[in-house]
């Protein structure tokens, strides 16, 4: 009896579409002007990141631990939004909305992908700040550039086999009825509730995931704040203490911008029945907004920065008036 029972087992197949449907932004008046928004924020994401990416590589000064972070949350930001909106509006603009099975978990792979490195990246730059600000005689032997290369490739190993485990595990669901996604994306959260067999498990990766990629950073973040907070106190000039906190104040606004949408999105799912559209909408904002006002805040916010833009646009001003005139002394002397 148990041989018959373990070779049904063995012998269970999976029912896959050839194809799921993504049906999100459905009956939305004018929703052409959502995707041109889209649009824009995407042109603002890509030139914005870009340019942050290119002053860190240029600028000597710019080339520290703390500035690694930086250019792999720019880098994270903006691999992130191109696997999100250009998709959305190849999906919905030009109604594209059925997606092949293995393309959909892809699509899931890369969006959730980079949505943790931003995540994590900005759990990495809150222990810079930790660091910086309560062993600031030890910060340069602490958190060297080899230390941040090496957080930030087990990072990436993690994430890589955390969410490839993830999307595998869609390979043990059944699909036996509808392949309709109400989202804007592949969500794996909508897809698991779509099968007709035992999808325990999914149910339970997706708690984890909760708990593990979105609570545990905050909660870190929250901690290493109220260490330096502590570590502020201390300090007995008040100049120094507002010089301390400037450099955090950037970061601290991307940590907002991060998670304070993302928490109300959560506490409004939970506590009252949101209109699908209204959902849809309000989490294709959350994912794509911090990717857009990452890289212009610490632009505008970070003093160091700004004097490599500057320092860098003198050095190409003046590079360029001296190939202006020996282009005049070769002419002259011709």
């Given at each position: 009896m148990s041989s018959t029972q373990s070779n049904s087992s063995a012998n269970v197949t999976f029912v896959r579409p050839a194809t799921f449907f993504i049906k999100g932004f459905s009956n939305i008046t004018h929703v052409k002007y959502y995707?041109?928004?889209l649009s824009l924020v995407y042109v603002v994401t890509v030139l914005g990141n870009s340019f942050i990416m290119y002053i860190i590589y240029l600028a000597r000064r710019l080339h520290t631990a703390k500035y690694i972070a930086v250019f792999h949350l720019a880098l994270s930001d903006l691999c992130g939004s191109s696997a999100l909106i250009p998709k959305i509006i190849d999906t919905f603009l030009f109604?594209?909305?059925?997606v092949s099975y293995e393309a959909c978990l892809a699509n899931m792979f890369f969006v959730y992908h980079f949505m943790n490195l931003q995540s994590l990246t900005l759990l990495v730059l809150a222990y810079d700040r930790l660091v910086a600000i309560c062993f600031p005689l030890r910060y340069h032997a602490i958190v060297t550039k080899t230390a941040m290369f090496l957080i930030i490739g087990v990072i990436w190993i993690?994430?890589?086999?955390?969410?490839s485990v993830l999307v595998g595990l869609i390979n043990r669901i059944s699909f036996c009825g509808s392949n309709v996604i109400d989202s804007h994306f592949c969500d794996q959260g909508l897809i698991y509730k779509l099968a007709c067999n035992d999808n325990s498990i999914n149910i339970m990766m997706g708690k984890i995931s909760f708990g593990l990629l979105m609570c545990t950073p905050l909660i870190l973040i929250i901690i290493s704040y109220f260490c330096i907070a502590l570590a502020l106190l201390k300090i007995a000039h008040g100049a120094e203490r507002i010089k301390a906190m400037k450099t955090c104040t950037s970061h601290l606004m991307l940590v907002a911008i991060?998670?304070?949408?993302?928490?109300?999105?959560?506490?409004?799912?939970l506590t009252t029945t949101i209109d699908p559209n209204t959902r849809i909408i309000n989490n294709s904002l959350r994912q794509i907004i911090p990717s857009m006002l990452n890289p212009i805040i610490y632009t505008l916010k970070t003093e160091e920065v700004m004097l490599s833009i500057k320092e860098l646009y003198k050095r190409s001003t003046v590079n360029m008036m001296t190939e202006r005139n020996m282009k005049c002394i070769r002419i002259n002397t011709n």
């Amino acid at each position: 009896m148990s041989s018959t029972q373990s070779n049904s087992s063995a012998n269970v197949t999976f029912v896959r579409p050839a194809t799921f449907f993504i049906k999100g932004f459905s009956n939305i008046t004018h929703v052409k002007y959502y995707y041109m928004f889209l649009s824009l924020v995407y042109v603002v994401t890509v030139l914005g990141n870009s340019f942050i990416m290119y002053i860190i590589y240029l600028a000597r000064r710019l080339h520290t631990a703390k500035y690694i972070a930086v250019f792999h949350l720019a880098l994270s930001d903006l691999c992130g939004s191109s696997a999100l909106i250009p998709k959305i509006i190849d999906t919905f603009l030009f109604e594209h909305q059925d997606v092949s099975y293995e393309a959909c978990l892809a699509n899931m792979f890369f969006v959730y992908h980079f949505m943790n490195l931003q995540s994590l990246t900005l759990l990495v730059l809150a222990y810079d700040r930790l660091v910086a600000i309560c062993f600031p005689l030890r910060y340069h032997a602490i958190v060297t550039k080899t230390a941040m290369f090496l957080i930030i490739g087990v990072i990436w190993i993690f994430s890589v086999t955390y969410f490839s485990v993830l999307v595998g595990l869609i390979n043990r669901i059944s699909f036996c009825g509808s392949n309709v996604i109400d989202s804007h994306f592949c969500d794996q959260g909508l897809i698991y509730k779509l099968a007709c067999n035992d999808n325990s498990i999914n149910i339970m990766m997706g708690k984890i995931s909760f708990g593990l990629l979105m609570c545990t950073p905050l909660i870190l973040i929250i901690i290493s704040y109220f260490c330096i907070a502590l570590a502020l106190l201390k300090i007995a000039h008040g100049a120094e203490r507002i010089k301390a906190m400037k450099t955090c104040t950037s970061h601290l606004m991307l940590v907002a911008i991060g998670y304070i949408p993302l928490i109300s999105n959560n506490i409004a799912a939970l506590t009252t029945t949101i209109d699908p559209n209204t959902r849809i909408i309000n989490n294709s904002l959350r994912q794509i907004i911090p990717s857009m006002l990452n890289p212009i805040i610490y632009t505008l916010k970070t003093e160091e920065v700004m004097l490599s833009i500057k320092e860098l646009y003198k050095r190409s001003t003046v590079n360029m008036m001296t190939e202006r005139n020996m282009k005049c002394i070769r002419i002259n002397t011709n």
